[in-house]
């Protein structure tokens, strides 16, 4: 045995971080307070109490205890998944659960773990796992994935998910096991002994359910197995021999193992289809063959019913079931199901042992049923127990009698119930694989695999592993996805001896424990290495400390060479099991090892003997001792370069080779104490030159890589003798070699920017290669090599990486380590123009290599030349310049998925420089060629093209629109652009710079942040001022009026937002006076003065008196209040809405005496608080934003606990109904309310329900409102008393729920009661005005706006029967139904049998104004004219004209117009004209019908102008109102006003105000704020309740949501308003009689958000910003454009053509309503919110009111001197970028050290200037790189031409842009003269070095061999920048030119530009003699 295992150490690899591994969950759960622990502190002796944390005194009687416990503690450990961008950092979570408690824990390298969650059950926990649960959303494909945890007791599965729902879900049988799949769970039922044993082939139950969601239902599994006899057979999962093993969720697998075949099969595990579906289900309703199978599903079923019985723990016997069967069947089992039949059923059992916890098996349904799911899915008929089908009923009763044997079983009552419908599957498993049984094979059977794991090799094989513990064997499954990835393959099966293994699943590899008790690492079913765990001694050593050798256990270590044949094979497919096989049970995890372990190691050291949790590369060990040590195996790479090196190998070498090189690689990067980090890259040059040939000893530069040695005491590293070819070094002897020498100047890892003395890179270099001449024959390339063959393709995937590599400024330090491994493959390639490339990018670098190695001609052959290694060499950035000059370019090459960067910026040229619009979808490829290695290409092409045909197809937008959406779609962001190098960069700045400036407002947030309109990246982030509001801080609040905080808090206004109002109304403190004005919490001032003759008795009555007066007014205020403080407050969940009180008491001055209405010394009427109680409590509830979380639990929670507070309730239901969260609450919780019969809470609660489902045709709201309305209800029905008032306000809600649907049934039922006659006994008598009206409102909303197409009621004759209602005539016969009803006429009132009008009048005549509103509908307008002579005038109310007028105004809704002439159009003629004193006329009929006609027109003024601020209708109003006013204060109680009436003219007056409110709603108009505060101030005499009300409701209109709201003139908003401002206001507080109350509420349905707040985002507060708004043409006007500060109210949206944020200060940003509206909508729902982004060098119009004081003006005024006038110390006044001011701070101002650059400083300060004037911070780096680089080149201290190449490119952008004219110039980044001074610089310096040095160039051109000094470097930059192509190897095609004029003639297809070629001619024309052989050279070059 002993060689066998030293066989196997030849490698071996170090695993690192050692540490020991206790559970965290086993930590906290000692100091969690549950059961357990109690227990413990009950068994410990009170002295003991103390020390009990890991104290000796545990011992005794503890052990037991905790022994037991810790058999049933188990944990996982998975990698955390924060669902956040992957550079976070990544942690581990473990999930621990012993006893009844579960601890969730994270932690990670950085962070100590904590606990997540942890959970406490009620039973025992069995097992506790993760599992994501699907939730479909309504009716929409897209699924939301729950993260949850599933605990599973006996009886109930508790899952918690993440976001903090609960459910329990009873179990209905007792599981053995629980999976957790990708659809949900999976549960396997525990199959008992005896019926294992019981079961004949009869019907066996299914055993394997599945659980897609706690409130689903538990189904069985449907299974679909390939078996040789029927394919298709498709059943339920019912063989009690299977057991599952393992599941996964990508790829979707179940993995199971079959008891009796002893084999493992691989199911996979997916919905279930129809078809499946439907064929298991009829399969299951078919009679069974049998009579036992009938009889067992007979008894199941009944079984079943019983289950609710079986709570005795005794359970019941039932035996004999059938004749002569003779097997006993526990009822108290749980059940079982079988392969052959299948049934559909739901089984339900409690096991005896549990005490009864399966309460309701009836849960799952109810929550089946409040989920969508389909009828037949959830039917409530039966409990979930009892649904089963036909076959499980027995249709014989033989053998019943059979079943009866225990007392508490009654089966025979329930055995023949009906048929239950069947539970359906939900998933189904096929079979894909399963293993081969080979006879006589195995001496003993398999046992069931203690562990199933996923894993995939380096070379992305995947292999599906079980280990199998009783052969000590690990069989790994190879599977492949077929090509449409449905269906996986599973080609062969590999076995590896084993103890145990775990997959580390990041690094590909698999940790296996091999029997001996060492650790091998293998990939895939590649052994790797032994692991090394320092301070662990390995069992090997200690099974054979007798041996001799043990001090050198690495006896044969091998060379390089033959390193791949010897270790990296395959492993034999059938090895015999090990000779140490374990005896014991697999299922058990054992803590006692078992004997035989015992016998063999009985040294004291511990060992491995089981490996657990594997997570990314972590993994813990399990000691023989009980310890648990957590090791890391070390990664394949850790530095970015090796990594990509090695994806590049992979991806070009086939897999066999590659996957040598990856081993070996591993191993040697990984021996013990290898390497450090830094070292990596040269031990990687090392081995992979090795592994091609290469001898490194002798090759100069390798030979000087430097790495540490491993000095480590395990393996100590020796020199082994030389192999047979003798060309061959000993990989280990290099390792072992000391280098003392500091080689600093080595340029391989000096850093390249670093100035060196550049002899001194000479003669390092020279006595280099003077040691080892080129023709040495040591030079040899070793053929055998394994990588020898692939040379040229590892060259060529190496270089792509490296152009790659030169995309990306944070990777291009590594490209210069590649170009040294590239120069070296190129030499010896013989590929001169590589070498010549690599030589024009590091000119200092590789001038110091100069050897080459001989790779035999013989063998060339040997090497397969790929096809796509060109000799003309792939350069990137010369692609991109050719691109930039407009010239032709072949495709790029590319390397998919490892040269993303080349692919983007190629693709991004190509879009966005050539202007191809499918660059980056269908012609790809004429930009692109994938380079492919042969496996790959079918691999990744399909994906490849999936991907970019996600790309959004665009209408014609710009291509720099185009160019940046298709950026962001890639992932690119603007962290990746500051990475890519600043002249490649430059066209994507410029796009992203354009696109800034217009953007389009439907951009996702990604590309928004892309362009750098952070404004725009918010906006698309939903938030609320409210809940931005912590963020926002009160910078701009302004401070109310100091006041304490108790009253700040109880006047229910404090949450108006300040800071928004402090910018509409900057100038004044209007706000806090609205708020006084509308306050009704503290007590009112009674300022009574004590006249002499008044006693101290009647003086208290006057006050009392005069505090009644006041409470009129003072009840009035809540309505008011309602609707200025209209959806302001988000409420906190877990405290209760505060309600202000409404306050009646009264203050006396001087003393300040109490003044109380209860006192008893007046009358004070009853009940008079009920209703104002109730307007408080709306009040108090439309605080609440729609936005907000509200939800039923809360809505309960508010209700009061006094029952004086009811109506305050009633009126916070009917608010909650109006901002629309009453859709939340319960079914239920509206019952228990309507049921109290509480009148004001049904009339809230009905109200309330209406308006939050207004106009859906809501059924079960219908159902409500229908039981309170006799009219609705059948005739036969039972007579309901319900109060006059919630019948009104049922009607009501008739109409609001049916709004505008024209339905014909409630019409037909509404426009009969309008005219419902009184009943006999007193009913309908009283306040029948308010029904009737009602009735008609009701009526006119359910055919709002229909007009004349009111489709199917013709037959009504509706405008008839209303225009009867209206003037009167005879009442028509009832019909129908509601003939029976009113038989009798009234005993009380006598009405005869014409209508009365004064009670229907009102109602029809709004009914038709709201049927024809808006249409224009002239011949019924005409109806509605006020009659026009004195005769007819006398028979109508006043007060009815009024209606009439403000009827016909709004039908002819286009006439009407904004001034006092159309106002008095509308009084007939004969009022108007001169009177003749002849007639007899009655003058006070005349004025008063004269005032009313003007308040109904001037309400449809200001209803048809509703929230415009419309100054002309304002201005009208206004002088209308004066006139009123003037009338009633001048004349006091003189004639006129006796004539006219006090109640008339101010009814008019509070018509006329609210109309002038409507019209102002929301802008807080001064003036309109001044007549309402006069109005205020009037309490005495005939001012009543009603009026206040009406004023009062004003002046909540006109601040309408605090100045955030305003109203809508929609028809709906329309209809509202005429409900809420119905003309008759109520004249005391109990008053309704003519109208109810609680209507005034609904104008809230009129409001909608229309204030746009502009908001900075970058100091998140309100500011000032200029908009511009465009209307759209109409008739009245053309196309106009305002400009608006905003804050500002927006004109309805609907007239608006596009709103825009207009500059100078702030960057535009413009919304077109032309084409949608919903994004503005969206804004304008959540505070009117829309970020602006002040541009670089601006001030906010707060602080530079006038924009004097912007770094613009100073340039305005001397023009020239913008930039000197700049003080860089002043830019932090201008921009508030970090960056900027920082540079103005750091590079802008003189310091000590800096006098001498007085230069660079303004040169800086320019720069600075620019960026911020030009708009573009960003192009500041830029600027300093070209500055730098232009710098370096005249100091002539340039080592790369990196620089160069970048300057080139910019340069040829520039020009590019500057051809196309100036017209483009505008919107380009580079307009500045910064460019071309530099450009000119760089000219000058190269022109100055041409014609010194004209023989360099002329030498270099010729071919020779280059001197190295400062003027190769120079050259190298001229070449670039003057893109001169490669001149070697070209002869004489333009030899004889003689002429420029020649040359050009024959240089058609020169590759250089003609400027460059200029520069050129002298030197190519220069001499006759030398001209002939001087031209021959470069031309031909371009040309090839």
Known sequence: MSEVVYEETATMIAAGELQSFVPFGREHCRNHPNAFNLQLRELQPASELWSSDGAAGLVGSLQEVSLQERERECWQLRKGCTGVKEEDVEFEEELYAAGNVVVWSQGSRIQASSVYKAFTVDSPVQQALWCNFAVSHNNNDEEEVEHSVCIIQSSCVNVHTVTGKDFISPLPFQVSNVWSTEFGLLLER???????????????????????????????????????????????????????????????????????????????????????????????????????????????????????????????????????????????????????????????????????RVHSPSISNMAALSRAHSPGMAAPSFSGAARFNASFHSPSSRGHHGLLHSPNS?????????????????????????????????????????????????????????????????????????????????????????????????????????????????????????????????????????????????????????????????????????????????????????????????????????????????????????????ISVPEIATSELVRKCLQAIRFILPKEAAMKVLVKWYNIYNAPGGPSAHAEWNQFVTCFLTLMGYNTERLAWTRHLHFEVPLSPVIAAKRSR??????????????????????????????????????????????????????????KLDSSAPLFPHIPALFYVLHLLYQELQLDELHRARACSLVCLLQQLARDLQLEEYVDLYWRDYPSLMSCFTESCIIDQALIGQMQRPSFLRSEPPSVFSWLSRCLRGEETPPFPYLPSICQRTRLLVLSYALYIIGNDNATTTDVSKYLVKLSAGQKSSATEPHFRRQSSVKVKFSSESLAEQLVVWLTSQGFTLKDLESVPFGVALPIREAIYRCREQPCSGWSEDVCLLIGRQDLTKQAHKTTLAKSRASVGSGLSLKPPATTEADEEEDGMSDIIQEVTGLIWSQDLRIQEVRRLLQSSRPVRVSVVQLPEVSDHEYIEEKENKLLQLCQRTMALPVGRGLFTLFSYHPVPTEPLPVPKLNLTGRAPPRNTMVDLNSGNIDVPPNMTSWPSFHNGVAAGLKIAPASQVDSAWIAYNKPKSPELANEYAGFLMALGLNGHLTKLATLNIHDYLTKGHEMTSIGLLLGVSSAKLGTMDMSITRLLSIHIPALLPPTSTELDVPHNVQVAAVIGIGLVYQGTGHRHNAEVLLSEIGRPPGPEMEYCTDRESYSLAAGLALGMVCLGHGSNLIGMTDLNVPEQLYQYMVGGHRRAQTGASRERHKSPSYQIKEGDTINVDVTCPGATLALAMIYLKTNNRSIADWLKPPDTWFLLDFIKPEFLLLRTLARCIIMWDEILPNTEWVESNIPQIMRGNFDPSEDYNVEAMVQAQDYITAGACMALGLRFAGSANSDAFDCLYELAMTFMKIISCTGTGPVVAQRGYYNLQTGLSMILLAMSMVMSGTGNLKVLQLCRFLHKQTGGEMNYGFHMAHHMALGLLFLGGGR?????????????????????????????????????????????????????????????????????????????????????????????????????????????????????????????????????????????????????????????????????????????????????????????????????????????????????????????????????????????????????????????????????????????????????????????????????????????????????????????????????????????????DLLSRSSQLGIPLRDLLRLTPILLDSASGSQILLGFPLQAFSS
Not at 1637 to 1666: G, N
Not at 1795 to 1800: F, G, I, L, Y
Not at 1803 to 1825: H, I
């Open 190 to 356: 525990k199959n008992t002994v005896n019926e294992t044993q019981l079961h004949s082939p009869g019907d066996p139950l299914p055993t394997v359910f599945s659980m897609l969601h706690p409130l689903d239902e538990i189904a069985p599994i449907v299974c679909k197995p390939s078996g040789l006899f029927d394919g298709s057979c498709v059943q339920y999962a019912s063989d009690s021999t299977m057991k599952i093993v393992f599941t996964c969720c990508r790829p979707s697998l179940v993995v199971s193992y079959d008891s009796v075949q002893g084999t493992h099969s691989v199911w996979a595990l997916r919905k279930v289809t129809h078809d499946e579906r439907s064929k298991v289900l009829r399969c299951a309703s078919e009679p069974v063959g049998t009579p036992l199978g009938m009889m067992a599903s007979g008894f199941l079923t009944s079984h079943l019913r019983n289950m609710s019985r079986l709570d005795s723990p005794g359970g019941s016997a039932v035996t004999g079931l059938g004749p002569g069967t003779g097997t006993s069947f526990a009822v108290g089992s749980p059940l079982h199901y079988s392969v052959f039949h299948s049934h559909q059923n739901k089984i339900i059992t409690s096991s005896p042992g549990v005490h009864p």
């Open 410 to 630: 009654t089966i025979n009552e329930t055995v023949l119930i009906p048929e239950m419908e069947p539970i359906i599957p939900d998933l189904c498993m096929e079979q894909l694989w399963s293993e081969t049984v080979t006879a006589g094979c195995h001496r003993e059977m398999n046992s069931q695999a203690s562990k199933v794991f996923l894993t995939s090799d380096l070379c992305e094989n995947r292999y599906l592993c079980f280990l199998v513990e009783s052969h000590q064997q690990l069989r790994c499954v190879k599977f492949i996805e077929s090509n449409d990835t449905s269906q996986l393959i599973f080609p062969s099966v590999t076995i590896i001896p084993a103890k145990d293994a775990e997959p580390l699943q990041n690094i590909d590899v698999m940790l296996v424990l091999e029997a001996c008790g060492s650790l091998v690492l293998y990939t895939g079913i590649t052994r790797v290495s032994k692991v090394f765990v320092p301070g662990l001694l390995s069992p090997t050593i200690s099974l054979t400390n007798h041996l001799h050798h043990l001090s050198t256990p690495v006896e044969n270590v091998s060379t390089p060479t033959n390193a791949g044949s010897r270790h990296i094979q395959r492993l034999n497919e059938d090895i015999m099991p090990s000779p140490v096989s374990e005896l014991r049970n697999p299922n058990i995890k054992h803590h006692e090892a078992s004997f035989l372990e015992d016998y063999t190691f009985q040294q004291t050291t511990p060992y491995i003997h089981a490996l657990r949790d594997p997570v990314c590369n972590r993994v813990t060990l399990e000691l023989s001792s009980g310890t648990m040590l957590r």
């Open 722 to 779: 030389p192999s047979d070819g003798g060309s061959d070094e000993d990989w280990d002897y290099l390792l072992a070699s000391h280098y003392h020498r500091q080689i600093n100047s080595q340029p391989v890892f000096g850093s390249v920017e670093s100035n060196w003395t550049n002899d001194s890179i000479i003669s390092e270099t020279e006595g280099l290669s003077s040691a080892s001449s080129p023709s040495s024959p040591s030079l």
């Open 1605 to 1941: 709201y305003t109203l809508s003139t929609s028809n709906s908003a329309i209809a509202a308003l005429l409900c809420a401002l119905y003309p008759h206001f109520p004249s005391h507080s109990t008053d309704n009689r003519y109208h109810l109350q609680a209507l005034r509420h609904l104008a809230v349905l009129a409001a909608e958000p229309r204030l746009l707040v502009p908001v900075d985002v970058d100091s998140l507060k309100p500011c000032y910003a200029l908009l511009e708004v465009t209307y759209k043409e109409t008739k009245w006007y053309d196309e106009t454009t305002v400009e608006l500060m905003a804050p500002t109210m927006l004109p309805e949206l609907h007239l608006l053509k596009r709103v825009k944020v207009k500059g100078p200060r702030y960057w535009e940003l413009s919304v077109d309503l032309s084409k949608e509206t919903q994004h503005l909508k969206s804004i304008l729902s959540r505070d009117g919110v829309l970020y602006v982004k002040l541009r670089a060098g601006q001030l906010p119009y707060k602080d530079d009111p006038q924009g004097w004081k912007s770094l613009l003006a100073t340039a305005v005024n001397h023009r020239n001197n913008g930039v000197r006038a700049f003080k860089p110390e002043a830019i932090s006044t201008f921009t508030s970028e970090p960056a900027l001011i920082s540079f103005a701070e750091f590079f802008c101002k003189a310091s000590e050290g800096m006098k001498h650059r007085e230069d660079t400083l303004v040169l800086f300060s320019a720069m600075l200037y620019e960026c911020v004037t030009q708009e573009c911070p960003e192009m500041l780096p830029t600027y300093v790189a070209i500055e730098q680089a232009v710098g370096a080149l005249h100091r002539s201290d340039l080592q790369q031409t990196f620089p160069l190449w970048q300057l080139r490119l910019v340069v040829e952008l520039w020009d590019s842009r500057m051809l196309r004219g100036p017209a483009d110039r505008h919107d380009t980044l580079l307009t500045s003269e910064f460019l071309p001074v530099m450009k000119n610089a760089v000219d000058v310096a190269l022109d100055d070095w041409l014609k010194d040095n004209s023989t360099v160039l002329r030498s270099y051109m010729r071919g020779e061999v280059l001197c190295r000094d400062a003027q190769s470097i120079m050259l190298a930059c001229f070449l670039v920048y003057r893109s001169i192509p490669c001149l070697k190897n070209t002869h004489t095609q333009l030899e004889g030119c003689s002429s420029f004029g």
